[in-house]
């Protein structure tokens, strides 16, 4: 096999690859969700509020890529659930920040411990630059993924 021929071979594996991860992270957090009395989407948003803190629902827009009507149903949802709540911005009291309620981590926790027992044995097979690749990798392509989302609801 040619140079070329490899790389194109090693590019469709790393296309496969990826979305045999999303399809299982999708059914994952699905299952997940689910559990908690939730759908996929209102649990991603949770995650998205752990990992960026309070935020407006302009802001959520930017971080999950969906469109404003999207991200007003959503935070209805949550709320409704008790998850989360709307309250005035400290600083700038026209605005209102999303945040959430209770300790969202904590209540999630028992259903990810066997899952990331099974990561950490996965990631120590790995050296520590091939960790900084995988890393970087799941960054960027997570960035390449949120893009795309976002100029699909626009």
Known sequence: MTNQGQREALLEAVYASGRE????AIMFHTTLSELRGLSATEGKAIDI???HGPMTAGEFGEHSGLAPASVTGLMQRLESKGVARRVKHGEDKRKVLIELVG???AAAAPYFTDFMAGMAALLEGYSDDELRIIADYSSKAARVQQEAAVRLSQ
């Open 21 to 24: 991860l999303s399809t299982a």
């Open 49 to 51: 509020l752990l990992r």
């Open 103 to 105: 300790d969202q981590v």
